[in-house]
């Protein structure tokens, strides 16, 4: 998962605790329930908060989750790639990776699991969820302009998983340090293979959303230690 340098104006999106759990906990637990190692488990951070998370994890008795640090400016991109060259160094490299996004702290393990049992046979992974809202086209004034078929449309979710070599060349020919892996992926024709999402693995917007994600929590969703 990447941590680029805009948390630093979010930190409570990443360390402060959702029902006494912050989200970055809970999102290593999820992958620590789903049978990946907490060696193989890296988080990839700008420069200026490294210092933090690293204190953070050894505080949550996770001292094995690695830490990759980007480059100055700490864009996404950079993130990505610095975990990339992290694994690469690995006595057994990962053939496929899971890109996580801590604003999906309630990813349920069922959910990597369907994205790791698919990496298979598969380059690239999405898991993805039916719209039930209405969608409108509108206009540069803001005028409703048309209905879309929502039949059609899907809604993409986290945990995403890559082929290393896909993924690496996906990032070498961004358009931007942005760095969208789903825009780079269609821009560049790779196939994707999607698999069933999960409602619970919503994106928060932390802490605006937190009463929200701890209702939740407290009807039986997430998980704790």
Known sequence: MSLPLSVADNRAAVFAPLAGLPPLVRLIDTLLDAAIEQSRIVVAVAAPLADDVREFLAGHQLPEVRIAVAAESGSRAECVAAALKLVAGDVVPAH??????????????????????????????????????????????????????????????????????????????????????????????????????????????????????????????????
Do not use: N
Request: one cysteine or more; hydrophobic letters at 45%.
């Open 96 to 225: 496929s990776v899971l890109l996580c996004d801590v604003r999906q702290p309630l990813t349920p393990v069922e959910l990597c699991a369907r994205v790791i049992a698919a990496l298979g046979s598969a380059a690239v992974v999405l898991p993805v969820l039916p719209l039930t809202d209405s969608v409108k086209v509108v206009d540069a004034r803001g005028t409703v302009r048309g209905t879309l078929d929502r039949a059609t449309l899907r809604a993409v979710q986290y945990p995403r998983g890559f082929a290393v070599d896909i993924l690496t060349q996906l990032l070498a020919q961004r358009a931007s340090d942005e760095f969208d892996e789903l825009d780079e992926t269609l821009r560049a024709g790779v196939p994707l293979t999607a698999v069933e999402g999960d409602a619970e693995a919503l994106c928060a917007d932390l802490p605006r959303d937190a009463q929200f994600v701890e209702a939740i929590i407290a009807g039986g969703a997430g998980h704790g230690r």
